[in-house]
């Protein structure tokens, strides 16, 4: 699972894509995302993960991408056997399931692409509190490092004899106690050390900082914004007034 860990940490990569203003790349990732939900037959979902795909290639980040799809496929695979055990039919069911990947697909765009500094100039400027930006960027910069120490720790537990697959529920259960105790002891050791690095830098003595970076539209920007509103509205109108046969 550290493949999985590591696909979720940040890792700069210079391309066309991930040079466009945060915006754009969120817009494009919302316009995915609706398409998503809307579309309703096989060919629809298939046409936009495709498109996912060449999106992601195009930005240089397709491995990682793909890191997230290929986790998303398990809740998948239980989507389509789920409705397909209550009746909706093959068709619908594999649709159900393909819609989901679509959905991770389209989010995972945005976040591989997207720096947790770009992140949180968004959120400033949709005017968001400060501590509420902070929270959230935070979290996205922690998450991925605890689950990377988890299972540092559970690969540690295990060359001292600690048998974390073998057992029933509750057994498998009490074994992950060595393995949540110092988990919990570094992420409060982190969050202490956190705190001291905000006091140090006199966090909230400003009641409007101000931020090195800013967000500007360049030419480019406004050309993918401009072709990407024209797909979205094109592809909108071929699903409102187009009925794909599956």
Not at 176 to 205: C, K, T
């Amino acid at each position: 699972m550290y493949w999985l860990a590591s696909g979720l940490l940040y890792r700069r990569v210079v391309s066309p894509f991930t040079k466009l203003d945060p915006r754009i790349k969120l817009l494009i990732a919302i316009e995915f995302f609706v398409l998503s939900l809307l579309a309703s037959s096989v060919i629809g979902v298939a046409i936009i993960i495709a498109s996912i795909v060449a999106v992601a290639a195009f930005a240089r980040s397709l491995r990682r991408v793909g890191r997230t799809v290929a986790f998303s496929l398990i809740f998948a695979t239980f989507i389509f056997v789920l409705n397909l055990w209550i009746g909706l039919g093959l068709l619908r069911s594999l649709t159900f399931a393909l819609r989901f990947i679509a959905i991770i697909g389209s989010t995972s765009i945005f976040f591989i692409t997207t720096s947790p500094d770009e992140l949180e100039q968004i959120m400033k400027w949709m005017r968001i509190p400060r501590d509420v930006v902070f929270a959230f960027v935070t979290a996205v910069r922690f998450i991925p490092v605890v689950m990377l120490d988890a299972f540092q720790i559970m690969d540690a537990q295990k060359s001292r004899g600690l048998e974390l697959e073998k057992g029933g529920l509750l057994s498998r259960v009490r074994n992950l106690i060595p393995v949540l105790i110092p988990l919990v002891v570094n992420s409060v050791i982190r969050s202490g050390e956190l705190a001291e690095a905000m006091e140090s830098r006199g966090y909230g003595s400003t009641p409007k900082p101000t931020s090195l970076y800013g967000m500007r539209l360049r030419w480019y920007d406004k050309a993918v914004l401009v072709l990407s509103l024209a797909v979205f509205v094109l592809a909108l109108y071929i699903y409102h007034f187009y009925t794909f046969p599956f």
